[in-house]
């Protein structure tokens, strides 16, 4: 449940793998379906709304992280691993690698294999994607893009905008 849900977060929301770290139970509104980021890259705080999916999500990695931590404290961390400690970004990173080892994912042609930041470039090109299928000015939304994923500038957003055969 909580590499399943961490995944889910970096996937789905962009969010970097030192930011998922830092959540603590404080950081998570249901009731406004919103993630306080604190501590990021920069200095900079965010807050970034997450769908009823990532929601239910975060509902089960919670109810099976009372199993281990049952009265959490707010500034708890919101992940942990073994015997109630934080999950750390290399213990995320490993995991990661094993995910791809088991699944069969490989890197071709001399290409590096697949890391865990590569899901943040998956959910930028994704959002490009989905708003170019929804007929939106693409240009004018990558603002958006870049305050949702906690980016300086719009120069910053570009690196992540790898070009696809489908976004071509």
């Known amino acids: 449940?909580?590499?399943r849900t961490v995944f889910a977060l970096l996937y789905g929301l962009g969010l970097r793998v030192g930011e998922v770290t830092r959540l603590c139970d404080q950081d998570v509104d249901f009731d406004?379906?919103?993630?306080?980021?604190?501590?990021?890259?920069?200095?900079?705080e965010r807050y970034v709304p997450y769908g009823p999916r990532l929601a239910l999500q975060l509902?089960?990695?919670?109810?099976?992280?009372?199993?281990?931590?049952?009265?959490?404290q707010k500034e708890d961390p919101l992940f942990i691993a073994w015997a109630g400690r934080p999950v750390t970004v290399s213990l995320i990173r490993n995991h990661f690698k094993d995910v791809m080892k088991v699944a069969g994912v490989t890197s071709t042609n001399g290409s590096a294999p697949p890391r865990v930041h590569d899901l943040r470039h998956t959910f930028a090109?994704?959002?490009?994607?989905?708003?170019?299928?929804?007929?939106?000015d693409v240009q004018e939304r990558l603002v958006l893009?870049?305050?949702?994923?906690?980016?300086?500038?719009?120069y910053s957003t570009q690196h992540y905008l790898t070009i696809t055969g489908t976004l071509l």
């Open 1 to 3: 449940q909580t590499y």
């Open 125 to 136: 090109v994704g959002r490009l994607l989905q708003w170019y299928r929804e007929g939106v």
């Open 32 to 44: 406004r379906q919103l993630l306080s980021i604190r501590q990021t890259k920069f200095y900079k």
């Open 59 to 72: 509902k089960h990695y919670l109810d099976a992280r009372r199993t281990v931590a049952p009265t959490p």
């Open 145 to 154: 893009l870049s305050t949702f994923m906690g980016h300086v500038s719009i």
